[in-house]
Nanobody
Framework: QVQLVESGGGLVQPGGSLRLSCAASGRTFSSYVMTWFRQAPGKEREFVAAIKWSDHSTYYADFVNGRFTISRDNTKNTVYLQMNSLKPEDTAVYYC?????????????????WGQGTQVTVSS
């Protein structure tokens, strides 16, 4: 239904910043919830942030603690995750995910469109 392509991952030092992008295509997104999840080696996939396309409502996992910002660019059909003050614990594959929802969910099974993931490595 929606094709998602992540980009912007890479290697960054602790305390550094990185901006991830998720380009969406395939249809309109007015009724969609767009999210970021991440998965570190040996750990379960966890919710990071979400935004409702229609009203710009946002939601963040507790561990973000003000360090990350999710945003959108309607003209480019793109969702961003600006990550600041990165820690080694943030190292993971980051995925964007979407579904046609009216309520934000933080469980991955509610989302039926997924990108391929982009690797973020925080290390000195």
């Amino acid at each position: 239904q929606v094709q998602l392509v992540e980009s912007g991952g890479g290697l960054v030092q602790p305390g550094g910043s990185l901006r991830l992008s998720c380009a969406a295509s395939g249809r309109t997104f007015s009724s969609y919830v767009m999210t970021w999840f991440r998965q570190a080696p040996g750990k379960e996939r966890e919710f990071v942030a979400a935004i409702k396309w229609s009203d710009h409502s946002t939601y963040y996992a507790d561990f973000v603690n003000g360090r990350f910002t999710i945003s959108r660019d309607n003209t480019k059909n793109t969702v961003y995750l600006q990550m600041n003050s990165l820690k080694p614990e943030d190292t993971a594959v980051y995925y964007c995910a979407a579904n046609r929802l009216t309520v934000v969910h933080i469980v991955s099974r509610f989302y039926d469109s997924w990108g391929q993931g982009t690797q973020v490595t925080v290390s000195s």
